[in-house]
DNA sequence: CGTTAACTTGACGGCCCTCAAGAGAGGTGG
DNA sequence: CCACCTCTCTTGAGGGCCGTCAAGTTAACG
């Protein structure tokens, strides 16, 4: 992996939501601008706790977050969950859906988010007549292929410590390009949410926190981080390679 | 994970390639068939070990496979690799470079191919008069994300006897959905690439098959794998859940 | 027939999981 | 307001799975 692949996967703000400030600059016409509002009407309120929608529920829409935090997750027999990704603000979950009708993971709000819900079907006849509304739509999915791929690279081929790193990372460049501090935030999920996404036990993720603030690379506050080295996080996962 | 959740993924032959033959019963005229064949007249061979495509270059075109056998993988400064999907007949590869107009991630055939070449911009701007190719290509591309997702799981969750199992059978139903035994079938790819696609060293999958061989579960012959017992190598699955 | 890549098998060790106990934080009801 | 409960997190001890290292075998190819 190119130093920095994964470091600068993050998930842009150019949700489809907020398209139509996107698209004002690329010289829309009211009557364009008018079809997108009627997409990006329906809007929900989902608390903490709550479910966006569950798998196997009928596939009609995709969301894109206004703000929040959410987490998908694949969920056994047993009661064994997968966490497949953490989602805010402008990010898109439900692409997964479309092939099969019907969808294939749980969403839950880790806390009180707002989602914008957009009706596929119209979202995809609108797609025909603005170029630019499709073009979003395919980098969007595309873009969610290739930090799939990153994530797979992550389970399959890194140590704890470098997946610890690598997601810390991530969450902070994140952050940083929707606005927050890139240095300092509030985890949205519990030790063993991160674990169940990174492929460990929540101990293993609790121990190299613990790890990482002895060294003096990061600082722990139960739910807080503060990213103290930026650049030994990265020299962590430069190790890989 | 749903029973045969992951086992039921397969990448049905539904290849944008073949769509000529998809879109006859659905009633299109000549007209739109000759547009069909506009994107699908470039062809090209691949010989084995030849790049498809590499890391980096343009992204200009997605790949549709009408023969043989394909690894997708990302390549680390220190020559190891991570091999991030295999690739047979009917299945579309380059569509995680959309998103950034470059290929991340190298395309090497595993043996004589035959792949089609779909320049990406044309199929987008096909896609906007024809909703059926519209539809497949967001169902192509959603089916992507939803298997990667499975990979995930597999990845983080299931220990190697699991990963090998639910390799072989997800090889198995895809050569099946294919017209081929799905019984018996020779494998494209070394130990090492296995391993490398399933986060394991080729040692360790080495010994697994010599295991599931004592255990009369398959018959193993260097890359010539059979089935012996299908529902063992399920029940492995199954205990996952 | 020689060379090399791919595979198999064994011994050993390390990383992470398992099991366990305890501490801290947050919410609820008295 | 505080006691109490529960969820979450931390830390330790021990064990198991798989990686590492090594040697030998087989297959493929020129």
Chains 1, 2 share one sequence.
Do not use: W
């Not at 690379?217 to 962590?236: C, F, H, P, S, Y």
Request: one cysteine or more.
């Amino acid at each position: 992996m190119k130093e920095g692949n994964i470091l600068n996967q993050l998930k842009v703000v150019c949700s489809l939501c907020s398209l139509r400030e996107l698209c004002l600059p690329i010289g829309f016409g009211p009557a364009e601008l008018q079809q997108l509002d009627v997409l990006t009407g329906s809007k929900r309120h989902v608390k903490r706790g709550e479910y966006l929608y569950r798998t196997g529920m009928p596939f009609a829409s995709i969301y894109a977050i206004r703000g929040g935090f959410f987490k998908t997750s694949i969920l056994h027999e047993d009661g064994r969950e997968h966490v497949t990704g953490f989602h805010m603000m402008g990010d898109i979950m439900g692409l997964d859906a479309i092939s099969t009708d019907m969808h294939g993971c749980d969403a839950v709000a880790l806390e009180y988010s707002e989602i914008c819900e957009i009706p596929f079907e119209r979202l995809s006849e609108l797609s025909m007549t603005m170029p630019v509304l499709r073009h979003n739509l395919h980098k969007v999915m595309s873009r969610e292929i290739a930090f799939d791929h990153e994530v797979m690279l992550m389970l399959g081929k890194m140590r704890a410590e470098e997946r610890l790193a690598a997601f810390l990372l991530n969450l902070s460049q994140r952050f940083s390009a929707r606005g927050y501090s890139a240095a300092s935030f509030q985890l949205r999920m519990t030790r063993e949410e991160i674990g169940s996404y990174l492929g460990l036990k929540l101990e293993t993720v609790s121990r190299i926190f613990s790890k990482f603030q002895d060294e003096g690379l990061i600082a722990v506050q139960k739910k807080l981080i503060e990213l103290k080295d930026e650049n030994g996080l990265k020299r962590l996962l430069g190790s890989l390679a």
